[in-house]
T-cell receptor, first 112, second 114 residues
Framework: SQQGEEDPQALSIQEGENATMNCSYK?????LQWYRQNSGRGLVHLIL???NEREKHSGRLRVTLDTSKKSSSLLITASRAADTASYFC????????????WGAGTKLIIKP | EAEVAQSPRYKITEKSQAVAFWCDPI?????LYWYRQILGQGPELLVQ????????DSQLPKDRFSAERLKGVDSTLKIQPAELGDSAMYLC????????????FGQGTRLTVV
């Protein structure tokens, strides 16, 4: 079953612009993670935000978490062609045996 | 840098044949996951191991799929017989024990059933 829902499903922007993706989930969580997947490859962990955190930064990435709205956003600033990929959020629900529940992803295309 | 190893990278098989995938997690990672990912969708958990024990296999089609992790290290996922609808990417991931944190993924096995 998929708990997270990302939107938009697809996003195409010019290089240098900022990209924002959103994730909504259904149940209470321990943490929320964002992953990147290049075409035909495995997933790579980007950032983890815990349920008691509201914002986290890592390089050009900024993640926010609003547990009252059960939603998170991923902001990529100053996008580069290499950021072209699919981005997934995954939640670790309370009492879930550390199982990650995944959304369907946002496909991001950075136009040079 | 430690990685999750998966083989083969690509597999083409005829329907009704048997196929097997292998995964070697990062050393010391007690939790191992097998996911199936259909193009354009997120990963779907098939089975989760904690050491050699199955924690969750509720989404594993047990009439044709089996998974084992006999010594709590590497793992094998088998499909017998393969069906056309099994064509997908099969991903293995591992994480530290008792840690709802980062999962490390292998490169996956792209299965095509013809």
């Amino acid at each position: 079953s998929q708990q997270g829902e990302e939107d938009p499903q697809a996003l195409s922007i010019q290089e240098g612009e900022n990209a924002t993706m959103n994730c909504s989930y259904k149940t209470s969580i321990n943490n929320l993670q964002w992953y990147r997947q290049n075409s035909g490859r495995g997933l790579v962990h980007l950032i983890l935000i815990r349920s008691n955190e509201r914002e986290k930064h890592s390089g050009r990435l900024r993640v926010t978490l609003d547990t009252s709205k059960k939603s998170s956003s991923l902001l990529i600033t100053a996008s580069r062609a290499a950021d072209t990929a699919s981005y997934f959020c995954a939640t670790d629900a309370l009492d879930s045996n550390y199982q990650l529940i995944w959304g369907a992803g946002t496909k991001l295309i950075i136009k040079p | 840098e430690a990685e999750v190893a998966q083989s083969p990278r690509y597999k083409i098989t005829e329907k009704s044949q048997a196929v097997a995938f292998w995964c070697d997690p990062i050393s010391g990672h007690a939790t191992l996951y097998w996911y199936r990912q259909i193009l354009g969708q997120g990963p779907e958990l098939l089975v989760q191991f904690q050491d050699e024990s199955v924690v969750d296999d509720s989404q594993l089609p047990k009439d044709r799929f089996s998974a084992e992790r006999l010594k709590g290290v590497d793992s094998t996922l088998k499909i017998q017989p393969a069906e056309l609808g099994d064509s997908a990417m099969y991903l293995c991931a591992s994480s530290r024990a008792g840690n709802s944190g980062e999962a490390f993924f292998g490169q996956g096995t792209r299965l095509t059933v013809v």
